[in-house]
């Protein structure tokens, strides 16, 4: 048997601490039943729990200490001696089957040596089988556990029907969590986060009276009990209206609710209630299974009579900025707020709400209805737990409470003085109230109605509809459509906020949509905070998600399709990916080209089609062997359709805003060499003559030569089909893919190769990495995330430094290096400055002609002297740029293992600056009667800390400095910027 061994999440290694402390044994097991209706194939439901735990690793987990400390082990293979479906009987009652589920889920979990996961199956039932589940929560929240009812059913029910399991099951693995976890413990957001929770629960005091009158507390807390309250439908309509009047959501009026409660039943201005948070940065992570959930303590205060309305929007805005600082783990929060501990109260959070909307869907058991049993729990957390259970229109008010510190009269009181409340607030929200006063009074007159919202022009509504219909599980979002009421409720509020924040480019806080519930509105101030080109999916274009017919797909005809090798500039990008060395967006080349004139979406379809049938990486996608090693498979032919986003019904600069951002959005879509197409298409309508076309690729199958051939061959297929003559363009002989393969493969064991090796090895020896000192104290890079500062000469400037070049036997990009060198060495203070350059690295005819990625990173070392000057550093750069030109071919992983460069994530070995040319591409797609302007499309997102790219663009010099604004501060790259200019200037 194998071991794996993983370190622990924050909250995982908190419960650790727990459990080997023995505080609160018991409290935190996991548990549901299930009453089983239909026949029950109990052979298979025994399978399927064994292939569940099986196929997730976090279920076959234990927790060990070690020399580092905790970490959780899992078993790679073997699990026969893992206990799988236990049987157990009752004696057919119902008490009786309750007592015993419960004692099955609250047995005592060993951490370090048995499973921490448990299936058992009561036969012998009156009413029918009972299925009961249990976990310890330091491998499962309660979403966690939702997945393991949906991968159990459909275990099952592959196993009844014969089929094979789809599995969806872990789908980001929980390392990758602890991971992210750790960047973020080392992030400025994080201290950002901790700031927020010192700043909001400074001087908090534990109330000095419970809600029951008790002198004394016991040692530690064993047992719970739970009492339900009927919420009437009458009152779920107050808090509907009432969070429709205040923008706010029913769960954020009835938790206010229950904080004035506290406050009255406990005498106190000053309590601080918790709820649950689901503390999942990013989508990938919604579907993963593991402990995520964190609490949230979020304070309310009070003095003298309040007016309720005011205090419920003050509580929601409160709850909402705990939701934007979530990710900051509770103990950390007891850490920074330095909050005394005992063993018997949670710090800091003694009474809880929390709401819980539906119940797990267990459809997916075939041929079974599974209903859902209430299970009593032994053991209490808190001094209160209060749920709200909403299940359709029924609608449940559970407290869970210890009997030792809370008599049933106390929680009856609980209960009743919250209903109360909620049954008054329509009618009372404006008035200045005692709290007691309040709990107990009635309604005297119909409740109030939300306002009404007028309709009015929506332009950036088709961006956001989708996410909202996605987010609310609705088929449409119309312009004056609330939030609110489409049924959002805060979880759906939270889940919104981060599909959005993961597919933009900007933090987007969760109380922009309670400012601003209705859609048109939340458009409006989405367009006011949003920059050009930050959206990230089409979602929000206003298309759906595209089908088969809207994507390249490859083509399904051929059963076996052939496998082609990477060529190692290739794999290196693959590699680069896998090891976390850059950030998947630096792997998009894109671009979007604007077609002014009449342009036929079918004919360039068809064009298209013509020059994928001459370049195999047009219709290749990546394969991934069982050694785990990447190889190219390519279809016989594409079936394609260019999607169209019609946009035409915008004005121009709202359509040029989204147009950026549904760009940029393409572009991501196939910047991960994971992804189903490595190459989108898409076509924005912005009027019957006027279009964008945006063409994206991931850079492993294309490079700047490469995107130039394939412009310049679709325009001249398209011009051929339009012309209705024959496109002369030539064939590729035979594979390219493999060709390049086996020519790269000839020259690495050819003795140019060797020489190449030597000068490597000469060149870097006893080198190191130019770096400017970072300006910003304590700089450590915590993304790719980049930033540009652009400059520009016009073209009288240009014409006199070209001249200048021509007299000085020197290309436009040397002067540009050299001054670049000079401008290094200043900031440096280093004589030598090494920097990469991109070589096109392409070699024979062959090579020429094709398509796909041979551009090789190569280091340029440069040797300045103590005082060069212009001449002086032209020579230097003109020599080294040469030698560096002549050896272009050795592939950069070869260069960094002769230079002994150490690897690190999201730092490239050898060098963090590079400089790049940027040819122009004007002509490179030329319509008839069609005029053409190509641009780029900035993922803002690049693997080195400096770059500097410069070109000629309608006869102006330009060039531009892109850098990490974790290491540098604009201030400093602006002045960079100028003296770059200077020595241009001076030249």
């Known amino acids: ?65 070690t020399e580092q400390g905790p970490v959780r082990i899992v078993r790679s293979d073997d699990i026969s001696d893992i206990r799988g479906l236990q049987r157990f009987t009752s004696s057919g009652s119902t008490r009786s089957t309750l007592d015993r589920i419960q004692d099955f889920i609250e047995e005592q979990y060993d951490l370090d040596g048995g499973a921490l996961c448990r299936f058992g199956l009561a036969e012998d039932c009156a009413d029918g089988p009972v299925l009961a589940v249990g976990v310890h929560h330091i491998l499962s929240d309660g ?40 960047d973020y413990f080392a992030s400025a957001r994080f201290e950002q986060d901790l700031a927020y929770w010192r700043k909001s629960l400074g001087g908090f005091e534990q109330p000095a009276k419970q809600l029951a009158a008790r002198t004394s507390k016991p040692a530690e ?59 999942r940065p990013g989508l990938d992570y919604h579907q993963s299974f593991g402990l995520f959930s964190n609490m949230l303590p979020i304070r309310s205060r009070i003095c003298g ?47 809880v709400f929390t709401m819980w909307e539906g119940k797990t869907d267990l459809t997916c058991f075939e041929g079974l209805d599974l209903v859902e049993i209430d299970v009593p729990r032994s053991r209490c957390r808190f001094e209160t737990l209060c749920e709200v259970l909403v299940d359709g229109q029924k609608c449940r008010l559970r407290i869970e409470h210890d009997p030792t510190t809370t008599t049933r009269d106390d929680v009856k009181r609980i209960a009743e003085r919250f209903l109360n409340l909620l049954d008054s607030l329509p009618t009372h929200l404006n008035s200045s109230l005692d709290i007691a006063a309040a709990a107990n009074r009635h309604p005297s007159g119909p409740p109030t109605q ?71 509105e939340y458009c409006r101030k989405l367009q006011s905070k949003i920059e050009p080109g930050s959206l990230r999916d089409q979602h929000e274009s206003g298309r759906p998600e595209p089908t088969d017919r809207g994507s390249i797909q490859p083509s399904p005809k051929r059963a076996k399709p052939t496998l082609f090798p990477l060529t190692q500039t290739q794999l290196q990008l693959w590699t680069n990916e896998r090891l976390g060395f850059a950030d998947a967006n630096d792997f998009a080349a894109a671009i979007q080209l604007e077609i002014d004139g009449p342009l036929d979406s079918g004919m360039l379809e068809e064009a298209f089609r013509m020059v994928a049938d001459r370049h195999e990486l047009l219709r290749a996608s990546l394969e991934i062997d069982a050694n785990g090693l990447p190889h190219w498979s390519v279809a016989d032919e594409i079936e394609l359709n260019i999607p169209v986003v019609d946009l035409s019904g915008m004005n121009r600069e709202t359509a040029r805003i989204a147009a950026t951002g549904i760009s940029k959005a393409e572009a991501a879509r196939c910047a ?54 024959p496109w002369s363009a030539p064939n590729t002989e035979g594979s390219e893919l493999a060709a390049n393969v086996r020519d790269e493969s000839t020259w690495l064991k050819s003795e140019a190769c060797k020489i190449a090796r030597e000068f490597w090895r000469e060149t870097l020896s006893g080198s190191a990495a130019t770096l400017p000192q970072p300006d910003i104290p304590g700089a450590k890079r915590q993304s790719m995330a980049t930033e540009f500062i652009r400059s520009k000469f016009s073209a009288s400037e240009t014409a006199a ?27 440096t203070g280093e004589s030598t400055i090494i920097t990469g350059i991109n070589a096109e690295n392409r070699f024979g005819d062959r090579a020429r002609r094709a398509i796909g ?129 200077s020595l241009l200037n001076f030249f």
């Not at 064993?222 to 808090?239: G, H, K, M, V, W």
């Open 450 to 520: 939300s306002r009404k919202v007028s309709e009015t022009s929506l332009p950036l509504a088709p961006l956001v509809k989708a996410v909202w219909a996605e987010a609310l599980g609705v088929e449409t979002v119309a312009d004056n459509d609330n939030f609110f009421a489409l049924g959002g409720r805060s979880i759906v509020a939270v889940r919104l906020s981060s599909i959005l924040s993961d597919r933009l480019t900007i933090h987007l806080p969760i109380k922009l949509l309670f400012d601003y519930p209705v859609l048109h």
């Open 801 to 827: 430094l070209l001249e200048t070049a021509r007299h000085s036997s020197a290309t436009p990009f040397i002067i540009l290096l050299a001054c670049w060198a000079e401008c290094l060495r200043q900031w």
């Open 221 to 279: 807390r064993t047992t719970s009990t739970s009492d339900y309250f009927t919420i009437p439908q009458r009152l779920q309509t107050n808090a509907r209206i009432v969070a429709d009047e205040l923008n706010c959501t029913p769960f954020a009026v009835m938790m206010g609710c229950y904080a004035l409660t506290i406050h009255d039943l406990n005498q106190a201005h000053d309590i601080v209630l918790g709820t649950g948070a689901m503390a």
């Open 305 to 351: 009579p309040v007016c309720i309305g005011q205090f419920l929007i003050a509580f929601a805005e409160r709850y909402l900025a705990g939701v934007d600082h979530q990710f900051v783990p509770f103990d950390r929060i007891l850490a920074a707020t330095a909050m005394e501990q005992d063993r018997a109260y949670r710090p800091l959070v003694q009474h």
């Open 672 to 725: 991960n060499s994971s992804a189903d197409r490595l190459l989108q298409l898409l076509l924005i309508r912005l009027t019957a003559d006027r279009n964008i076309l945006i063409v994206a690729q991931n850079h492993l199958i294309t490079d700047p030569r490469s995107l130039e051939l394939l412009l310049r061959q679709w325009s001249q297929a398209y011009c051929a089909i339009a012309s209705q003559e």
């Open 853 to 981: 990625c041979f551009v090789n990173p190569v280091p340029l070392r440069i040797d300045l002297g103590e005082a060069a000057g212009h001449v002086e550093r032209q020579r230097a750069v003109t020599s080294a740029l040469l030698a560096t030109l002549e050896h272009q071919r050795l592939p950069f992983r070869e260069i960094v293992k002769l230079s002994e460069s150490p690897l690190q994530p999201n730092r490239m070995p050898v060098f963090q600056t590079i400089v790049d040319w940027v040819e122009p591409q004007e002509n490179a797609f030329d319509i008839a009667n069609c005029t053409t302007r190509i641009s780029p499309i900035r993922m803002n997102t690049n693997r080195f800390h400096l770059a500097l790219y410069g070109g000629i663009e309608n006869q102006e010099l330009f060039f531009e400095v892109e850098y990490s604004p974790f290491l540098w501060s604009k201030e400093t790259i602006s002045e960079k910027v100028m003296k770059l200019r």
């Open 1 to 65: 048997m194998s071991l794996k061994f993983f370190s622990l999440s924050a909250q995982q290694e908190q419960l650790w601490i727990i459990d080997a402390l023995n505080l609160q044994r018991g409290a935190y097991n996991e548990g549901r039943a299930f009453q089983i209706k239909g026949k029950l194939d109990s052979q298979a439901l025994s399978v399927a729990v064994t292939e569940l735990i099986r196929d997730v690793p976090m279920l076959r987990s234990t927790f060990s200490q």
């Open 143 to 182: 979403f966690g556990f939702d997945k393991i009812m949906d991968g159990l059913g459909r275990r099952y029910s592959a196993l009844r029907s014969g089929s094979r399991c789809i599995g969806r099951d872990d789908r980001k693995p929980y390392d990758d969590f602890v991971r992210w976890q750790q």
